[in-house]
């Protein structure tokens, strides 16, 4: 039986703190436990997520900051209730990608949050 191989999740959930300058970012990893948001990514299309938590501003996800050497290679896909935002690297080229997370309110989308930069760490098999 052909079965379909289906890429791994890396999912993250971040709490955002924008009291402070510049802004904190506080990363989870899928157990719970507190991690700097970056991840090394093995198969290509592998879903890296990072959904906002405790968001008691009513924050976005808006248009990353993406330092790469081809960022034509990630898909970027931010949901509907633009609390998730999801990265897929389409190959596994051997690289970093440096991305900046950037959060706003909905009210003033012109006054940006932006993250130090997680890294994406691309580390072929």
Not at 34 to 56: F, K, P, Q, R
């Given at each position: 039986?052909?079965?379909?191989s289906?890429?791994?999740?890396?999912?993250f959930?971040?709490e955002?703190?924008?009291t402070?300058?510049?802004?904190?970012?506080t990363?989870y990893?899928?157990?719970g436990?507190?991690?700097?948001?970056?991840?090394?990514?093995?198969?290509?299309?592998t879903?890296?997520?990072?959904?906002?938590i405790?968001?008691?501003?009513?924050?976005?996800?808006?248009?990353?900051?993406?330092?790469?050497?081809?960022?034509s290679?990630?898909?970027i896909?931010?949901?509907?209730?633009?609390?998730?935002?999801?990265?897929?690297?389409?190959?596994?080229?051997?690289?970093s990608?440096?991305?900046?997370?950037?959060?706003?309110?909905?009210?003033?989308p012109t006054?940006?949050y932006?993250?130090?930069?997680?890294?994406?760490?691309?580390?072929?098999?």
């Amino acid at each position: 039986m052909n079965q379909k191989s289906i890429a791994p999740e890396k999912p993250f959930r971040v709490e955002v703190d924008i009291t402070t300058t510049p802004p904190t970012y506080t990363y989870y990893n899928r157990r719970g436990v507190n991690c700097d948001g970056s991840v090394s990514v093995t198969e290509a299309n592998t879903a890296v997520s990072y959904s906002l938590i405790n968001n008691t501003n009513n924050l976005i996800f808006a248009a990353p900051i993406i330092e790469a050497e081809d960022p034509s290679d990630l898909t970027i896909l931010i949901s509907n209730n633009q609390q998730t935002i999801t990265f897929y690297d389409k190959d596994l080229t051997n690289e970093s990608v440096c991305i900046k997370l950037v959060v706003v309110k909905p009210t003033v989308p012109t006054n940006p949050y932006v993250s130090l930069d997680p890294i994406m760490r691309n580390v072929p098999n």
